[in-house]
């Protein structure tokens, strides 16, 4: 049972432009929700979260949007850089819960 | 550099045995959890402690185990190991025993059963 779904294996953005990266979850008790972000030989790292009384949560380029009627958010990456390329996951749990659901990852190309 | 130790980084081995996988946690961090990235998946829980209790539990088969020592290091035991057991190993720590703050995660050890 796939909680969170990431349903674009890949996206390729050319630089300067807007990456967008989706996420959709079926779990309604969800309510804390993160984004991370990995590059190859390395640990997941954290990017940016948002907790289910927001529905926009900016800092920096990287601005997470939550759309809870759609069990929905995305992430956008204004400008895309080169060093933007990477594995991203999406995240969601219960807050006060001790576990993470994560979703399959996006990799996402920025091309030059 | 998240501060989280993995060790080993690679381990090859064949079916049937049993491997130790280690993490040393951020320092000042308490909570330890442990996912499975398999290929082209994403991560999946496996365990979580919090000084040196087992906090919660996730999809981790009987045939695997862990434990967090006084120290605070944790380590996963996999055993009668198979094919389908080859995967990326993530340990992650964090300061409070709830994913309310982001896990700092460690480079993994990308087991290759045999």
């Known amino acids: 049972d796939q909680q969170v779904k990431q349903n674009s294996p890949s996206l390729s953005v050319q630089e300067g432009r807007i990456s967008i990266l989706n996420c959709d979850y079926t779990?309604?008790?969800?309510?804390?929700f993160l984004w991370y972000k990995k590059y190859p030989a390395e640990g997941p790292t954290f990017l940016i979260s948002?907790?289910?009384?927001?529905d926009k949560n900016e800092d920096g380029r990287f601005t997470v949007f939550l759309n809870k009627s759609a069990k929905h958010l995305s992430l956008h990456i204004v400008p895309s850089q080169p060093g933007d390329s990477a594995v991203y996951f999406c995240?969601?749990?219960?807050?006060?819960?001790?576990?993470?659901?994560f979703g399959q990852g996006t990799r996402l190309t920025i091309n030059p | 550099d998240s501060g989280v130790t993995q060790t080993p980084k690679h381990l090859i081995t064949a079916t049937g045995q049993r491997v130790t996988l280690r993490c040393s946690p951020r320092?000042?961090?308490?909570?330890v959890y442990w996912y499975q990235q398999s290929l082209d998946q994403g991560l999946q829980f496996l365990i979580q402690?919090?000084?040196?209790?087992?906090?919660a539990k996730g999809n981790i088969l009987e045939r695997f185990s862990a434990q967090q020592f006084p120290d605070l290091h944790s380590e996963l035991n996999l055993s009668s190991l198979e094919l389908g057991d080859s995967a990326l190993y993530f340990c992650?720590?964090?300061?409070?025993?709830?994913?309310?703050?982001?896990?700092?995660f460690g480079n993994g050890t990308r087991l290759t059963v045999t």
């Open positions: 320092s000042g961090d308490l909570s």
């Open positions: 402690y919090y000084n040196g209790e087992e906090r």
């Open positions: 779990n309604s008790m969800f309510d804390y």
């Open positions: 948002i907790s289910s009384i927001k």
């Open positions: 995240a969601a749990s219960i807050q006060g819960a001790q576990k993470l659901v």
């Open positions: 992650a720590s964090s300061g409070q025993g709830t994913t309310n703050s982001p896990l700092h």
